[in-house]
């Protein structure tokens, strides 16, 4: 049986079709209205969902993002708490499920391990990832069809780069370093990070940090990344519960694909 995972590559490199993922803390702002906005989301346009893991110590998120986590962390960050969200998420969407979370809270804890088992996951984001562990954890995580998502950005330098592409099928893309939801002022460089990337890999290369409208999206697919990330934004638009706007917004951005 092919799986979501699959036909969403197929899509991706056979089809050349544009993909627009979406980044939503897990159990924000409760595992419901999580779980719902999640599905309302891909309903109206989203490829691909990214399922933030609450942590108490957010580091590398801006303001918005952080505020996510403190709501949702007393309520989903045992695995007790997250695993049955994920197998009934798996249940209600159709799409490839990535988890993004820190290396203290997803892979020290085991809880990419359970994950993986009942392959409720597609994927894993671990933004702080040592690079020498890349390489072992996607050989582990082979035979569970989960991949191994890098978080790659300008400033790494040649050999950085070839052990965080080797063997990735997806790649995630940093605009700019430093920490999400931050205003982008400019594109100028970025189809030169693209073309540097796409010089060493043929994995599908999505970027993401600072898109916040779908003017900023249709530029960076214009740029030749296949995928575009959403994250603070949307995650602004569930802090402010307004249903009707959130799903304006979505289809806004799926329409600039």
Not at 96 to 120: A, F, H, N, R, T
Not at 192 to 209: C, D, N, P, V, W
Not at 245 to 250: E, K, L, R, T, Y
């Amino acid at each position: 049986m092919i799986t979501s995972q699959e036909n969403f590559f197929n899509r991706v490199k056979n089809d050349k079709h544009p993909f627009l993922t979406g980044y939503f803390v897990g159990g924000d702002p409760d595992v419901g209205s999580a779980l719902a906005y999640i599905k309302q989301a891909v309903a109206n346009g989203v490829d691909a969902v990214e399922v933030g893991i609450p942590s108490e110590n957010p580091y590398l998120e801006g303001e918005v993002i952080k505020r996510s986590h403190a709501r949702a962390y007393s309520n989903f960050h045992k695995k007790d708490q997250i695993l049955p969200f994920f197998k009934r998420l798996r249940l209600e969407i159709n799409v490839p499920i990535w988890v993004m979370g820190y290396y203290e809270d997803v892979i020290k804890s085991g809880l990419y391990i359970d994950l993986s088992i009942y392959q409720i996951i597609d994927g894993l984001i671990i933004p702080d990832l040592p690079l020498d562990e890349v390489i072992g954890l996607r050989k582990e995580l082979n035979k569970f069809n989960v991949s191994v998502i890098p978080v790659i950005n300008n400033g790494m330098d040649d050999s950085e780069l070839e052990i965080a592409l080797k063997g990735a099928d997806l790649v995630y893309c940093q605009i700019h370093q430093g920490k999400t939801g931050t205003n982008i002022t400019n594109l100028n460089e970025l189809p030169q990070f693209y073309h540097k990337i796409r010089s060493q890999t043929e994995a599908a290369l999505m970027a993401g940090f600072g898109v916040k409208n779908a003017l900023l999206a249709e530029q960076v697919w214009n740029c030749g990344f296949e995928g575009v990330v959403v994250g603070s934004e949307i995650v602004r638009m569930v802090e402010m519960q307004d249903k009707e706007q959130f799903v304006h917004f979505i289809q806004g951005l799926s329409s600039a694909k």
